[in-house]
C-alpha cells in the first residue's frame, strides 16, 4: 500500500515508493513510462474479438542501489533499524525516508534516502543518498546501477533485453528492447559522491552483465560527518520501431550531455519552484478538517504527477504511472472524471489528452471497420488508440467512449474558447463519431424510436440491453452538438469547413440523417413519475434489497457467479445519474431528486467512481448529511486503503472525483451551460472552504464560509457567472452573496 502512495511521476515516467536498495519482504517495484507497452495474445474466435491486447510494461530500475558493510547488505527486511521516517512533501514533490542501520557489530549508520522525478526536465530522475555514521569511522560500498531484469508482477515475467550499455562522457548507460513490440529505452545515469575513497581498486568500476549495469563507489566515512552520494538518470522511451538502436542510443547520450552541468541541489529548487506555481493556482483550502484538506491536496498532487500536458501523445491510466492494475489502461473515465480538473486548472493539460484521441483517430476508424461500422469507434481500454479489453461484452457493447470523446471536446471548447482546436481537429472527431453511432442504431420496429441495441451502459451489471437510457442521451447530444459545430463552422471558417467536408466525404443528406437520428431518439422514462429507466425493461426486472447482501461477499466480482450480476435491477455505478449530472442544466432539481431517489439505493458503488457523483447530486438536492457521506470516500480513498487494493496502485479517475466532488458538489459549481454556474454550500463542521478555477482566460477564487459565498477575480478581465441563479458581474473587488439565499431558493 505504502509504495503506492508514496508514488512519484511527472506524466513522462513514473516510480512506485520501493525501496531502492533492495527488499526481500512484499513489494512491487515498479518503475513505468507513459505509452510504453508489451503485447500479449488473445484466443479470439469470432469477428470483432480483439486478437492482442496491450499494457503498460514494468521498465528499468533506475533507482538500483546495494549498501554493504562490514560484511552485511542492509535490507529492511532482514537488517535491524531504528528512528524509521519517511513524508512526501507536496511543496517540493521530493520522497524522503530516512532510519538508522544497526550493524550485527554494534555500528550504527544513519542512512537518509531522497528521490524525485522532475516536473521541468520529464526525461530526469534524481536521487540522493546521504550516510551518517553515529558511532564508527570506515569504509562502505555502494552500487548504484540500471537494472532492466524487473519482474511485471500482473503477467508473471520479465520482458526486457539488453541492447546496448557502456560508458561515455561520464555517464553509465543502458539500452533495452521490449521482447513482443521492440519499444526501446534508454537510461543512463552519473554519480557525483563525496568522500570517495582513494586507494580502493574497485572505485570506479563499471559492470555490463546481462540486463543490469553499475558502478561500484567506496566512501570513507567519518563519525559524526555525511557522506552524499546523488545519482542523476536521463530515461528515454521510443515507440518508432522504424529508428534504429544507434539513433536512439545516440539520442541518449546527448540528452545526458544536456543536463550534464544540472546538480542534484539545482534541479530540486527547480522542482519547488514548479509545485510554488502549482499551489498557487490549483490549492484547495478546508479549515476545520485537517483530514480532508490532506486527502485533497494529496489528490490535486498526483493529478500534476500523473499528467500536466507537455506530451500530447500521452493519455491517463486508470492507475496513472503507480502500478499494474488495469494494465495502464486508460478508459471512458479520462474524459468524464479526468478532464474536467484539467480545463478548470491546466486547459494545455487538457487539450494534450484531447489531441490523444485524435491522433489515435485512425486506430478509431479501424475498430469501427471491425464491428461492420463506419466511422470511429474509440476503445473502451487503450494504450495505443488500439482496443486492449478481452472481454468482449466491454469491448464491444460498451458504446460509451465515443460520447464521452464529444463530451470532453464540447466541454473543453466551451469553458476555454479555444475554437482553433474545434475546427481544426475536434470537428473531424466528432464527424467520425457521429458517424459511428449512426451505424451502430437502429430504428425499432414496433416504435420507429432509433436507439442501440444489444449494448452495455456505465452501469456495467446490466449485459446485453437495449435502449440504455445514458447511451442513447449522449448520442442524442453529440448528434445535436455535431450539426450546432457544423453550422457555426460555416459562418466562422467556411473555408475551412468547406475543406472537412471535402476530405470527409460530409454530405448535407448525411448531417440531415444525423438531425432525424436525433429527433427520433428514444429516451425510456416513465412519464408520470419522470424517472428515466436505464434500458427497456429495466423496471420489470427482479428487485434486490443490496443492503441484505453480506459484506463477506464484497466485492461482488469475486464472489458471485458472473452471469448472477445481471439478474437484477442492482446497478454497479451511475448510469442514468451520470447523464444527469452532465447535462445538469437540462434538468430540474425536482427531476434530479426523483431519480437519486429511485437509483442511489440500487447502487452498490462496485465502482471507486461512483461515490462522487452520487455526493454532488446529494448536495444539489438538500441533502448534505448524505453528500459529506459519499464525500468522505472520494479524498483519503487511497490514503486509507478503503477498498483494500491500493497496493496496486492509486485510484488516479477516482482522485480526480475527488477533486469534483468538492467543486461541483460543494462548490455547486456547473460547467455545461451557457454559463458559469455556482451554487455553493458548506458541510456544517467545516469553517471555511476555497477553490480557484480558469475560466474564459480569468482565474476566478470562490471561498465559502458558514455565512457567505464570495468570489473574485484572481486574474484575468471581469467574469459574468451565475449564483443561486442570478447573474453576476465578477471583478477584482469580488461579489459575496450570503448562503441563505440558497436555502431561500425555490426547488425546480
Excluded at 16 to 24: I, L, T, V
Excluded at 148 to 160: I, K, N, P, S, T
Excluded at 413 to 442: H, N, P
Aim: net charge negative; proline share 3%; glycine share 8%.
Amino acid at each position: 500500500m505504502s509504495e503506492s502512495i508514496f508514488s512519484l511521476g511527472n506524466e513522462y515516467m513514473g516510480v512506485r515508493g520501493y525501496p531502492e536498495e533492495g527488499y526481500r519482504g512484499d513489494t512491487l517495484l515498479g518503475s513505468y513510462f507513459n505509452g510504453l507497452f508489451e503485447e500479449s495474445k488473445v484466443g479470439a474466435h469470432y469477428k470483432g474479438i480483439i486478437q492482442s491486447l496491450r499494457f503498460m510494461v514494468n521498465a528499468v530500475d533506475w533507482l538500483y542501489t546495494r549498501i554493504m558493510a562490514d560484511g552485511e547488505t542492509f535490507d529492511m527486511a532482514v537488517s535491524a533499524f531504528s528512528d524509521f521516517r519517511r513524508e512526501l512533501d507536496f511543496r517540493s514533490g521530493i520522497y524522503k525516508r530516512e532510519l538508522v542501520w544497526h550493524l550485527t557489530n554494534g555500528k550504527r549508520l544513519k542512512l537518509t534516502f531522497e528521490r524525485f522525478v522532475s516536473m521541468r526536465i520529464s526525461n530526469l530522475g534524481c536521487q540522493r543518498i546521504t550516510f551518517e555514521p553515529l558511532n564508527f569511522s570506515g569504509t562502505i560500498r555502494v552500487i548504484a546501477g540500471l537494472d532492466f531484469a524487473v519482474l511485471h508482477e500482473d503477467q508473471g515475467r520479465m520482458y526486457w533485453e539488453a541492447v546496448r550499455c557502456g560508458e561515455q562522457n561520464g555517464n553509465t548507460a543502458m539500452l533495452g528492447r521490449t521482447v513482443q513490440t521492440k519499444n526501446r529505452l534508454f537510461s543512463g545515469f552519473r554519480l557525483e559522491a563525496t568522500d570517495v575513497a582513494e586507494d580502493a581498486a574497485a572505485t570506479g568500476a563499471t559492470d555490463c552483465d546481462g540486463r543490469f549495469i553499475g558502478r561500484e563507489l567506496l566512501l570513507s566515512l567519518k563519525q559524526g560527518q555525511r557522506t552524499v552520494m546523488d545519482k542523476l538518470t536521463v530515461n528515454l522511451a521510443e515507440k518508432d520501431v522504424s529508428r534504429s538502436d544507434e539513433e536512439i542510443w545516440n539520442d541518449g547520450l546527448e540528452l545526458a550531455l544536456r543536463c550534464a552541468d544540472l546538480d542534484y541541489d539545482t534541479a530540486a529548487a527547480q522542482q519547488r519552484e514548479y509545485w510554488t506555481q502549482v499551489w498557487k493556482t490549483s490549492d484547495i483550502v478546508i479549515d476545520g478538517d485537517p483530514e480532508n484538506q490532506q486527502g485533497i491536496r494529496f489528490c490535486i498532487f498526483q493529478l500534476y504527477q500523473t499528467y500536466h500536458g507537455d506530451n500530447p501523445g500521452f493519455n491517463i491510466g486508470a492507475k496513472g504511472l503507480t502500478g499494474e492494475a488495469y494494465r495502464g489502461l486508460a478508459f471512458w473515465d479520462t474524459e468524464s472524471y479526468c478532464l474536467p480538473f484539467y480545463i478548470f486548472n491546466n486547459p494545455k493539460a487538457a487539450r494534450s489528452l484531447l489531441e490523444f484521441r485524435y491522433r489515435s483517430l485512425p486506430h478509431a476508424l479501424e475498430r469501427a471497420k471491425e464491428l461492420d461500422c463506419e466511422g470511429a469507434f474509440y476503445p473502451i481500454a487503450t494504450i495505443d488508440g488500439t482496443e486492449s479489453c478481452d472481454l468482449w461484452q466491454h469491448s464491444n457493447l460498451q458504446l460509451h467512449v465515443g460520447t464521452a470523446v464529444a463530451y470532453g471536446i464540447r466541454h473543453y471548447v466551451s469553458i476555454t474558447g479555444d475554437t482553433s482546436f474545434l475546427y481544426e481537429k475536434g470537428a473531424e472527431m466528432l464527424v467520425q463519431i457521429c458517424r459511428f453511432y449512426a451505424a451502430r442504431g437502429q430504428y425499432g420496429q414496433k416504435t420507429g424510436e432509433f436507439g442501440y441495441f444489444g449494448v452495455m451502459g456505465p452501469d456495467e451489471f446490466q449485459l446485453m440491453v437495449n435502449n440504455n437510457c445514458y447511451i442513447n442521451w449522449m448520442a442524442k447530444k453529440l448528434f445535436e452538438y455535431t450539426l450546432e459545430v457544423i453550422g457555426e463552422m460555416r459562418e466562422a471558417e467556411f473555408g475551412t469547413f468547406a475543406a472537412l467536408a471535402e476530405r470527409l466525404a460530409l454530405t448535407e443528406d448525411e448531417q440531415a440523417d444525423w438531425q432525424e437520428k436525433a429527433d427520433r431518439m428514444k429516451i425510456p422514462q416513465d412519464q408520470e413519475t419522470g424517472i428515466y429507466e436505464e434500458h427497456d425493461g429495466f423496471f420489470d426486472m427482479p428487485h434486490l434489497d443490496i443492503h441484505s447482501i453480506p459484506v463477506a461477499e464484497f466485492p461482488l466480482y469475486a464472489h458471485w457467479s458472473y452471469d448472477r450480476l445481471y439478474r437484477y435491477d442492482m446497478i454497479k455505478q451511475p448510469d442514468v445519474l451520470m447523464f444527469m449530472f452532465l447535462y445538469s442544466s437540462e434538468f430540474t432539481r425536482a427531476a434530479k431528486r426523483a431519480n437519486y431517489d429511485y437509483y442511489e439505493p440500487r447502487c452498490i458503488h462496485e465502482s471507486s467512481l461512483s461515490p462522487s457523483i452520487h455526493s454532488i447530486l446529494a448536495a444539489e438536492i438538500g441533502r448534505p448529511e448524505e453528500a459529506y457521506k459519499f464525500f468522505e470516500f472520494a479524498t483519503r480513498l487511497d490514503l486509507d486503503n478503503y477498498n483494500r487494493n491500493t497496493r496496486e496502485g492509486l485510484h488516479t479517475t477516482s482522485i480526480a472525483a475527488a477533486w469534483m466532488n468538492i467543486v461541483y458538489g460543494f462548490g455547486g459549481m456547473r460547467s455545461d451551460g451557457e454559463k458559469l454556474v455556482f451554487h455553493p454550500s458548506i458541510p456544517d463542521h467545516w469553517e471555511r472552504y476555497s477553490f480557484q478555477v480558469f475560466y474564459q482566460g480569468t482565474r476566478l477564487m470562490v471561498e465559502v464560509n458558514q455565512e457567505h459565498a464570495i468570489l473574485r477575480v484572481a486574474d484575468g478581465p471581469d467574469v459574468e457567472i451565475l449564483i443561486y441563479g442570478r447573474d453576476y458581474l465578477v471583478t477584482a473587488a469580488g461579489v459575496k452573496v450570503g448562503l441563505e439565499q440558497a436555502k431561500a431558493r425555490e426547488p425546480g
